[in-house]
Structure formats: structure tokens, C-alpha cells
DNA sequence: CCAACAAGTAACCATACAGTTACTTTAGTC
DNA sequence: GACTAAAGTAACTGTATGGTTACTTGTTGG
């Protein structure tokens, strides 16, 4: 196949969006990422520079998506664990998409559907911690519930609930985020800004 | 010091709480474990058997405690995340302490606090959700509401938040579980029954 | 068309780490 | 008090893994 360097840096990264949220930082393996990209192992090394900074790229790629997904889930829970609340990669762009959210709670507040007295923010970030709670923490839901977050009886509940409950949804946002086909790999087509490159 | 068994395998499991909690299980290191207990790497194989023995244990352990805190969330966020929700470990235990969960919810539908119409299992929760998120996800709280969840503006604002919330308290317990002093040794008055000796 | 540089490859290296070997020391029991 | 089994130690091993070396192949601007 004709060489093309932003070719394989996708695939590499794709691959690596799926390492990473599976297996976290310590847990990810380079080699994995290479086979799984079809590329060679030093050219990860020649795109990105090392580990660390592939683990940086696939955050700031993924981090910035709106919509909770599992491995958007798994990639904050490692973020949470591996990396804590200093030094946020895309701090700048996340806090703008979560206006988004903090907008749909304030909107919410004057349609009358939430008490007008509370801080839109802190409505935002109740519904968002409903929103991510059954993704990531399934055993939970598990012991509390008796069945499973992924069960369809505890997913018509808890949606009926959210729905009724006193605090705004979800903002329902375009995605024009770069979405994966079967195998993990980026389609080539709507690559997101090429934000920090780290390699040569 | 006079030689103890289980005074061994109690600091040997401590230290692998402190471990496996900081670095969920790929993260983890034996040596480190070994170090932290003051005990030689060899012991932990002795009386254990294993790393994931070990692991094990430290789930077996910590995960029947009632109150989030925040070194119990991260094991739930490494459980969830390394382990998912098939197998759960301690799973009667849990179930039985979640019930107390669901208990308060059931009773504050009875005193009018909560919409009486809903199953208490799904409020309780709800109710978890919200008291672990800000454990958790720190930084989701900080990209949404721009400051800490460890800041006290935070903290008054969730906690007042809770408080009015249409959704049943946290049962407050008490909590028989042994407590870790500041050197991570569990305090060897009241250690807990002994489950699962997988050692020799 | 041909340097020069980027893209790509295979084999290799150093290290870290889970697990083991072979041994010594101590506690308890008869 | 001597025997035994468990408790404890230090040094070692095999392997997985992040990272590198030394090299070849393709692309592109002058």
C-alpha cells in the first residue's frame, strides 16, 4: 500500500483510543497498538514520540467528545484514576461542550421543569453523573438493583426516570466528532484539527 | 519482632489495598506491596499465592464497606473497569448492605420526601450516583462547574444540593470495618472474619 | 532525475517485574 | 530439648515490554 504518514498516525491513534480505554495507561502495550494498527512498532515511536505521549494524543482526541459513550466512559474513569483533576488535557474545549450541557439545564429552569433557584451548573453535573453512572459503574447497579445496567428493564426504568426527574437532559448535539468503523479504525474522511503533533 | 503470621498477612493486605487502589491491578507492583508491608516479596506468595490472589483478597476485603470513600471508589472504578459486572466479588455481602441503601430510600417515600410512585431501588441509585460522581470524576466537576470537587464552595453547594434533593440520604452506619492507620497498617484489634485463606 | 528527507522495517537491548529456588530461623508440641 | 512445620530471607530466572539501532524504501521539491 502507498505510504501515507497520516494514514498510519490515524490508525495508530485509532488503535490506541481502543487500547487505552481498554486496558488504561499501565495497562496499554505498545505492541498491541502496533498489531492493531498494522503498523510498525517504531513507527510509533516516530509519530508520537513514546507512550506517554500517545496516551496524551488519545485523550485529547477523545476527551472532547459531547456524548457519553463507553469508551469515552472508561477513558475518563482512567483519566480520573491515572491522572486526577490537575492539569486536564483540553480543558479549554471541554468546558466550552459542557456549556452545552450547563445551557440545557438553564433552559430547562425557565421552562419551569427545574427549580429556578438552584446553579445551572450543579443541575448539569447531577444529570451528568446520572447520565455516566450505569456505563461505569455496572457492578453497582448490579448490587443495588438486583439486574444489570445493561439489561432492558433497568434501562427503560432508569430513562423513564432521568426523563421525569427534576433536572435537565442531555443536550442532543451533533456529533462531528470522528466516529470508528468496525475494526477501530478513524474513517478518513472528517479527520478532526490536527491538534499538537507530537511527532518529528 | 517476634514472628506472626497474621499479623503479616494483615500488612501485607493493607499495603495491597494502598496499592491496588493507587494503581488498579496492571498498575500494582508486588515489590512495591512488599515494601510497603515490610515484608519479603516471598511472604506475599506465601500467604496469598499470587497477584491476582491478592487482588482478590483486597476486593474481597474492601468492597463490603458501606461509606463511599474516596480509596473505596477507586476500587470500584478498577472493579468496574478490570473486572466489569459478571462474578462480582462479595456479592451477597454487598447486596445486603445495598439493602440498607434502598431501605432509606423506601422510608423517605414513606415520610413524604420522595415520590412514593418509584421503585426506592432505582432512587437509591440515583442516590449513589451522585454521592460517588464528584469521588470519581473530579475533573468532569471541574470542566462543569469550573471549580474543585475538593473546594469548599463545591462540597457546600453538592452537599445543600443533596440535601434538597428529591432522593433518599445515604444511610449513615456505622462502620464496623477495620481502619487503616496513617502507615497504611490495618490496626490489628478488630480485624474483621477471616474469608478465604488462600495461602498455605 | 536525483538528492534529501520522511516513512517504514526487523532485529535487538536494557530493564522491570511476576514468580521461584534453595536456604535459614523461629514457634510450638510431644 | 529435639523435632517439625511454618515463617521468613536473599538471590535468582524467564519473559514481557518500552524503547533503540541500523537499515531500506518511497516521495517530493529543485
Known amino acids: 500500500m502507498a505510504r501515507n504518514a497520516d494514514r498510519t498516525r490515524a490508525k495508530i491513534l485509532s488503535a490506541a483510543v481502543s487500547e487505552f480505554s481498554a486496558?488504561?495507561?499501565?495497562?496499554?502495550?505498545?505492541?498491541?497498538?502496533?498489531?492493531?494498527?498494522?503498523a510498525n512498532k517504531r513507527l510509533i515511536y516516530h509519530h508520537f514520540g513514546g507512550k506517554q505521549a500517545v496516551f496524551e494524543a488519545v485523550l485529547a482526541e477523545?476527551?472532547?467528545?459531547?456524548?457519553?459513550?463507553?469508551?469515552?466512559?472508561?477513558?475518563?474513569?482512567?483519566?480520573?484514576?491515572?491522572?486526577?483533576?490537575?492539569?486536564?488535557?483540553?480543558?479549554?474545549?471541554?468546558?466550552?461542550?459542557?456549556?452545552?450541557?450547563?445551557?440545557?439545564?438553564?433552559?430547562?429552569?425557565?421552562?419551569?421543569?427545574?427549580?429556578?433557584?438552584?446553579?445551572?451548573?450543579?443541575?448539569?453535573?447531577?444529570?451528568?453523573?446520572?447520565?455516566?453512572?450505569?456505563?461505569?459503574?455496572?457492578?453497582?447497579?448490579r448490587v443495588v438493583m438486583g439486574n444489570r445496567a445493561t439489561s432492558k428493564p433497568f434501562r427503560e426504568a432508569w430513562n423513564e426516570?432521568?426523563?421525569?426527574?427534576?433536572?435537565?437532559?442531555?443536550?442532543?448535539?451533533a456529533k462531528p466528532r470522528v466516529r470508528l468503523d468496525r475494526d477501530g479504525i478513524a474513517r478518513a474522511a472528517t479527520r478532526p484539527t490536527q491538534t499538537r503533533r507530537t511527532g518529528p
Do not use: C
Request: net charge negative; charged share 30%; aromatic share 8%.
Open 161 to 173: 426516570f432521568l426523563n421525569d426527574w427534576h433536572g435537565p437532559r442531555t443536550p442532543d448535539r
Open 62 to 141: 477523545q476527551l472532547t467528545t459531547a456524548s457519553a459513550n463507553d469508551e469515552l466512559v472508561r477513558l475518563w474513569m482512567y483519566e480520573a484514576l491515572e491522572r486526577g483533576d490537575d492539569d486536564i488535557v483540553g480543558f479549554a474545549e471541554r468546558r466550552r461542550l459542557a456549556a452545552d450541557r450547563v445551557e440545557a439545564a438553564s433552559t430547562a429552569q425557565g421552562k419551569g421543569e427545574l427549580p429556578a433557584d438552584l446553579d445551572p451548573a450543579l443541575l448539569a453535573t447531577a444529570r451528568l453523573a446520572l447520565d455516566v453512572f450505569p456505563l461505569a459503574f455496572p457492578q453497582l447497579v
Open 23 to 38: 486496558h488504561g495507561y499501565a495497562g496499554a502495550r505498545i505492541d498491541r497498538i502496533a498489531a492493531r494498527a498494522g
